[in-house]
Each structure stands twice: as C-alpha cells, then as structure tokens.
C-alpha cells in the first residue's frame, strides 16, 4: 500500500533539502510517496502565501494532493485540529533534512505531534 508523506521543506526542496520547522512559514513542502517501506517518488509543491488563507490553505492543498501524513517541527493549535479533520496524521520530527525525516518515519520512530506541543500551547 502506497503512502504519501509531506515534508516542510527549504528550497529547492527534496530528499537533500533541510526540513522546514514550520509547516506554515517553509519555502515548499517536499511530497514523498513510499511503498513496501521504500521511498517511490519524490515531488515538491510550493507552500501558498501565508495571506492566502493563512495556515489552513496549505492543509487543503496537501489534503486534496492525497497526503496521508507530514512530518513537522512545529505548528498551531487550528491546523493541527484541520490535519486530524482531514484524517492526515501529523508526526513529530527535528531533523536536518527531508531524508533524514522519512528514514525515521519508515523506522517508525516518529511520535504523533500533539496539541501540547503547538506553537501557542493548545490556545
């Protein structure tokens, strides 16, 4: 079964890019679908302007790309609730790069993110 994970990314985006710690201010989100636990596919998806819809619009985007999980450094309370009323599970990561991200996701070593962990507290 196929998954597609995103990852918060600094340009120019990809596996060698460093992880974005804010899923809301990255450059793009680096788009990486596995399968089988062995990385398929690797896509970048610019991340829109905060102003566009402020940081819901990239949760309907990632959303409606079929993304089943990202991996984040950080975020607020109001995506955070989105993601879960989208059914894409938000993992916890502080790593140097998308690669490193997905290695500790296909190891399984990557905890929930939870609300107790956004950046206004759960507010």
Sequence with gaps: M???????????GG?????GMHFGHC???????????????VTTMPNPPHEEGGCLAPVQ???????????VGGMGYRPLMAFAQAGIRVL?????TVQACIDAYLAGQLPE??????CHGGA
């Design 92 to 96: 916890y990561a502080k790593a140097p």
């Design 27 to 41: 450059d793009l989100f680096t788009l990486v679908e596995t399968e089988d636990n062995k990385v398929t596919t």
């Design 61 to 71: 985007l990632l959303a409606g790309k079929g993304v089943n999980a990202i991996i």
């Design 15 to 19: 596996l060698d890019a460093p992880m």
């Design 2 to 12: 196929s998954t597609l994970v995103a990852v918060p990314s600094d340009m120019p």
């Design 113 to 118: 993110f939870s609300k107790d962990q956004t």
